[in-house]
């Protein structure tokens, strides 16, 4: 705890990067708060790390551990729109790259309509995209066209998992029609009214 409170530049979040998905499950209030002290203070920083350390072979992911944290942080609705929110802040300003883990691909498999990673209800699912219209509507708007269905043969991969905390173990993948056709109705309502 004491390290999230330290806040810590992109040099320390790349060295913790493997991690972060630990401490974001250990102290989920204490690693959400240094996520957004240290995005509060420059977007530059947020930045750097996002580009990563892209040049040649060698080059490394510098980011994957922070969008792992969040991603765990999201199985359970008491951190779903604070992750949300970090996450759309990130993609709101993520230069890309060459590594397919970003944060707005975070968004898009945490939210699926076909197959949502999180434990969250639809009306608590809805509640965190309307939060993340509000604090990252760039990052709000392109999540809402990106679970539109418009792939065909699309594919989802697995966020990160808890591995201490039972935030997921009520999850059921299983998603009925009636569920798909909610979240897809809430997610038009927003675009035709935005």
């Known amino acids: ?21 630990r401490l974001a499950e250990a102290a989920p209030d204490e690693f959400l708060t240094a996520v957004d002290h240290w995005f509060g203070g420059s977007t530059d920083e947020a930045r750097t790390l996002l580009r990563g350390a892209d040049a040649g072979l060698g080059g490394s992911c510098l980011h994957g551990g922070l969008l792992r944290g969040l991603e765990c942080l999201a199985w359970t609705p008491e951190y779903l729109v604070r992750s949300v929110v970090a996450l759309g802040r990130l993609a709101s300003v993520d230069p890309g790259g060459k590594w397919a883990n970003r944060p ?7 939210f699926l309509p076909w197959r949502p990673q999180t434990t969250a209800t ?16 760039d990052a709000g708007w392109l999540l809402l066209f990106a679970l539109l269905p418009h792939r065909a043969g699309d594919v989802s991969g697995q966020t990160a998992r808890p ?31 935005g």
């Open 1 to 21: 705890r004491d390290v999230l409170r330290s806040s810590p530049g992109h040099q320390l979040w790349a060295s913790l990067s493997p991690e972060l998905p």
């Open 104 to 110: 707005s691909e975070s968004l898009r498999e945490i």
């Open 122 to 137: 639809v009306e608590q699912r809805t509640a965190a995209i309307d939060a993340l219209l509000r604090r990252a509507p």
């Open 163 to 193: 591995r201490w905390r039972e935030w997921a173990d009520a999850w059921d993948e299983t998603v009925t029609h009636g569920q798909y056709g909610r979240v897809l109705r809430e997610i038009a309502a927003r675009i035709e009214s």
